[in-house]
Nanobody, 123 residues
């Protein structure tokens, strides 16, 4: 069966960086779009970034993270990454990796989800 697992979260000071990783197994990884989402306490889950399947030639970012976050994928390793720079306290959330049918920030396009990894940014 399909399994999705995130790693790389942690506690960082404002202005710092973190790199999240996601491994997806049980599928032909490069056939699928992938996305990063986040959910803060008391808020709805929101799309952060997404990337198309195959060569990852299409990417999209939420306005709140443009210029600070970079999504990438390594199909040979079945891995997805999110490089997060210039982190802000408002980036604090649980971050989720998801496998989807198309590269969009809409959660409805994603069928498989990881358990999430916590990112906390202190001021």
């Amino acid at each position: 069966q399909v399994q999705v697992m995130e790693s790389g979260g942690g506690l960082v000071q404002a202005g710092g960086s973190l790199r999240l990783s996601c491994t997806a197994s049980g599928l032909t990884f490069d056939d699928y779009a992938m996305g990063w989402f986040r959910q803060a306490p008391g808020k709805e889950r929101e799309g952060v970034s997404c990337i198309s399947g195959w060569n990852g030639g299409f990417t999209r970012y939420a306005d709140s993270v443009k210029g600070r976050f970079t999504i990438s994928r390594d199909n040979a390793k079945n891995k997805l990454y999110l490089q997060m720079n210039s982190l802000k306290p408002e980036d604090t959330a649980t971050y989720y990796c998801a496998v989807g049918t198309r590269p969009t920030l809409d959660t409805l396009a994603y069928n498989y989800w990881g358990q999430g990894t916590q990112v906390t940014v202190s001021s």
